[in-house]
């Protein structure tokens, strides 16, 4: 058996682009054979895996499950669009949603637990489905959210299955009023967080560095009014009122009404539930939202191909 050196891993690594650890599995498997470690990987699937890793995954599908109290969403990203409607993926996505609950929502721990039915864990099972689709596929994030006396209400836009689409989004919502129109009411509020896209729950939930950012936008921009400084501040002060109306999921204006604060409507909302009810958290994922995406140039591609 040849000695596995730091050198012949990393020689079959760049080979075939592998991880390093499986990399070093696959030299052990192989008696330390470098071109029956690239086998072994092949046969696995991994070779095929790593090639494909650095294409960019920016399609895909967010899933949400609900089960009691909590809640969890998960984006599992593939290269194309056509990838979303293959069952096996779809199931993939509904699967790993359920797990997320059991991870509270933390894609690390998602990623290390076992995927059911297979002996494999979630990271291999993801690995194993590219193999077998044929292209760039990443469990990207997941989040959850719980509570103790309440609903968590999931909405999912233009869903292509149950629990499936292009933007999930979760509202944990704390009453000890009829859960039934508790989660009526919380599907409506989850409906506005998607259309609304606030940033924030409250005004001191309101990231400061963002909020410093727009403050010195406002005041430059008021001060090109010529007025006096003690006027200055109250144009700001305005200002970022309207501000609060746009980031701030308490202060916004109701999609529903068009009029009506969001507050205010969760006020409303205890006189149909029976009891007070508290909007505690929410969750909104659009598919492939901060994914930069290349601009291919197919013509390019073809002269590469050809070695022009």
């Known amino acids: 058996m040849a000695e596995i050196t730091a050198a012949l891993v990393k020689e079959l690594r760049e080979k075939t682009g592998a991880g390093m650890m499986d990399c070093k599995k696959a030299l052990g498997e192989s008696g330390g054979d470098l071109e029956g470690a690239v086998d072994w990987l092949r046969k696995k699937g991994l070779a095929a895996a790593a090639k494909k890793a650095g294409r960019v995954a920016a399609e895909g599908l967010v899933g949400a499950a609900v089960e009691g109290t909590k809640g969890a969403l998960v984006e599992v990203n593939s290269e194309t669009d056509f990838v979303s409607r293959n069952d096996k993926f779809q199931g993939l996505v509904s699967t790993l949603a359920g797990l997320a609950l059991k991870a509270d929502g933390n894609v690390e721990a998602l990623a ?73 009411f919380g599907k409506q509020v989850a409906m506005h967080v998607a259309a609304a896209r606030p940033d924030a729950l409250h005004i001191a939930d309101v990231d400061p560095s963002a909020l410093d950012r727009e403050r010195a936008v406002l005041v430059e921009q008021a001060r090109a009014s010529g007025k006096p400084e003690a006027i200055i501040e109250k144009m700001v002060e305005g200002r970022l009122r309207k501000y609060y109306e746009e980031v701030v999921l308490h202060e916004q204006v109701w999609v529903l009404d068009g009029e009506s604060k969001v507050r205010k409507v969760i006020e409303d909302a205890a006189k149909d539930v029976g009891a007070p009810v508290a909007v505690t958290g929410f969750v909104r994922f659009v598919l492939g939202e901060g994914i930069e995406k290349e601009q291919g140039d197919f013509a390019a591609e073809v002269a590469a191909t050809l070695g022009r």
């Open 112 to 184: 290390a637990s076992q995927y059911p039915g297979t002996g494999r864990t979630v990271a291999e099972e993801v690995t194993q489905l590219v193999a077998t689709i044929g292209e760039n596929i990443s469990l990207r994030r997941s989040a959850a959210l719980s509570v103790s006396d309440g609903v968590v209400a999931a909405y999912i836009h233009g869903p292509v299955a149950p629990g499936l689409g292009k933007i999930g989004v979760l509202v944990a919502l704390e009453s000890a009023g009829d859960k039934a129109r508790l989660e009526a």
